[in-house]
């Protein structure tokens, strides 16, 4: 179960569901190197562990109820006052910081693994 704040369940569905895609899509076009499709558990795993720790942790925060609780709140409030914790943070609930082990990137472009953000595309 996912907390629903920022609707990382979905993009992290979303985002699963393209990294297989276009997985299964060079495999049956016979493009793939060997071993690809085994690459998503690896690669597609430690990201929903990371979306499942973070969202529960931000459960935790919001629905903060003992003394203990609405502490640690008050102080990760404080932490994220800082620009480089709140950017780390901000991408990490954006789900712009999914891990990606790098011995699964079967690539060696330096790109592999990364969004392509502002990528300007060519109408074939």
């Known amino acids: 179960m996912f907390f629903p704040a920022g609707g990382q369940g979905m993009n992290l569905g979303i985002q699963d569901a393209t990294n297989l895609g276009w997985k299964m899509a060079a495999t049956l076009q016979g493009?793939?190197?060997?071993?690809?499709?085994?690459?998503?558990?690896?690669e597609r795993g430690p990201a929903a562990r990371a979306v499942i720790d973070t969202t529960?942790?931000?459960?935790?925060?919001f629905a903060a109820a003992s003394p203990e609780q609405i502490a640690l709140r008050e102080v990760w409030s404080a932490a994220l006052a800082e620009p480089r914790t709140n950017r780390q943070w901000a991408r990490r609930i954006a789900g712009f910081d999914d891990p990606l082990p790098a011995d699964s990137v079967l690539?060696?472009?330096?790109?592999?693994?990364t969004r392509l953000a502002g990528l300007a595309l060519e109408a074939a």
């Open 56 to 61: 529960r942790a931000q459960l935790v925060l």
């Open 31 to 42: 493009r793939a190197p060997e071993g690809l499709l085994d690459s998503y558990d690896t």
């Open 107 to 113: 690539g060696a472009h330096p790109l592999d693994g």
